[in-house]
Nanobody, 117 residues
Framework: QVQLVESGGGLVQAGGSLRLSCAASGRTFRSYAVGWFRQAPGKEREFVAANRWSDGVTYYADSVKGRFTISRDNAKNTVYLQMNSLKPEDTAVYYC??????????WGQGTQVTVSS
């Protein structure tokens, strides 16, 4: 059974940084796309960042480009999301995802990120 467990969320002031982690069990991230999504209260889940295994391409939502960085450590079977220059509008539950394509497959339970102004 595949499980994804996110960690690293919390409360931070605007301008601060957090690093989210997503650890997988039951499956390796190798050969699969990995992504981060988020959902703010009253809003739909939205794409944040992703990395495709097939060609190594990494891409980001315009709202986080230049501030967030997705990376993966295949040896630790962990995916990271480094978030810098955080803004109050980044407040959301952040979810890790892995599958044959971004947005498909398996999801974590989410980790709350709250950015105060």
């Amino acid at each position: 059974q595949v499980q994804l467990v996110e960690s690293g969320g919390g409360l931070v002031q605007a301008g601060g940084s957090l690093r989210l982690s997503c650890a997988a069990s039951g499956r390796t991230f190798r050969s699969y796309a990995v992504g981060w999504f988020r959902q703010a209260p009253g809003k739909e889940r939205e794409f944040v960042a992703a990395n495709r295994w097939s060609d190594g391409v990494t891409y980001y939502a315009d709202s986080v480009k230049g501030r967030f960085t997705i990376s993966r450590d295949n040896a630790k079977n962990t995916v990271y999301l480094q978030m810098n220059s955080l803004k109050p509008e980044d407040t959301a539950v952040y979810y890790c995802n892995t599958g044959a394509r971004v947005g498909e497959g398996y999801w974590g339970q989410g980790t709350q990120v709250t950015v105060s102004s």
